[in-house]
């Protein structure tokens, strides 16, 4: 199972958010760039990065931090926050980013999630952010009306390579995450699922390998890494066990 070590960036500073509330943050005095060369360090191989000032703009603010981690460092990073336009998407591809994660602009456009994913093959991804069973957009400022496990029927043949699937209440909780509604969406789906939001400690990390469900592919884990809950050389052991 892989494990995405996480990097919220706002105003080029690492942050964490309690359940994406942008006046609820912890900022860390280590910088995106500074923590991506730590986790590298500690043998970590996958990157989960969000771009919450382009979560909050649609453009992608971040771009200059996202193409120094890329050129330094040897990581496959999956990146997300505000991309809802294609040139976003090419911009980001050609730093040298493995996936790009689509959320608002695919579940607000259909059309685009499907163009998306046929002019970059293998490098959509596609963030499922959901609260009490619905989706949220814009930053999660905005719930829709609209359940997660019906709109995943509906694009599951768009050919979306990776489906990173959060529950809202439980991130930046510490609470562990939702695996049985992750499961759910696991079993719907038609590509690879990582569970996001909620990891406390290292017995979530071992409960979702415990799943063995070979449709959930890695878990991101983010505020209990900052917070010192989870320590980075146990963690990383995880990646081989």
């Not at 400022?141 to 694009?155: A, I, Q, R, S, W």
Request: hydrophobic share 35%; aromatic share 6%.
């Amino acid at each position: 199972m892989k494990i995405f070590p996480a990097i919220d960036i706002k105003d080029k500073k690492c942050v964490r958010l309690v359940k994406g509330d942008f006046d609820n943050k912890t900022e860390y005095k280590t910088s995106p760039v500074d923590q991506a060369a730590k986790f590298r360090d500690h043998g970590f191989k996958n990157l989960h990065i969000v771009d919450l000032d382009g979560a909050l703009t649609g453009t992608t603010v971040n771009l200059d931090i996202i193409k120094e981690i890329v050129s330094k460092y040897d990581l496959k990073i999956e990146i997300g926050g505000g991309v809802r336009k294609t040139d976003s998407i090419k911009q980001y591809i050609d730093a040298g980013v493995e996936k790009v994660i689509l959320g608002s602009g695919a579940i607000k456009s259909k059309e685009f999630l499907k163009e998306a994913c046929e002019n970059f093959k293998n490098q959509i991804a596609l963030g499922l952010d959901a609260k009490d069973g619905n989706l949220s957009v814009l930053g999660w400022k905005e719930n829709l009306n609209v359940k997660t496990v019906d709109f995943l029927k509906e694009v599951k043949n768009y050919g979306v390579s990776r489906i990173i699937y959060t529950d809202i209440n439980r991130d930046g909780m510490k609470t562990s995450p939702n695996f049985d509604e992750t499961v759910k969406i696991a079993e719907l789906s038609n590509c690879p699922v990582v569970i996001s939001g909620g990891v406390s400690s290292l017995n979530d990390i071992k409960k979702a390998k415990e799943l063995n469900n070979k449709k959930i592919e890695g878990i991101i884990v983010g505020k209990a890494i900052y917070d010192g809950d989870i320590k980075l050389e146990e963690l990383a052991r995880e990646i081989s066990a």
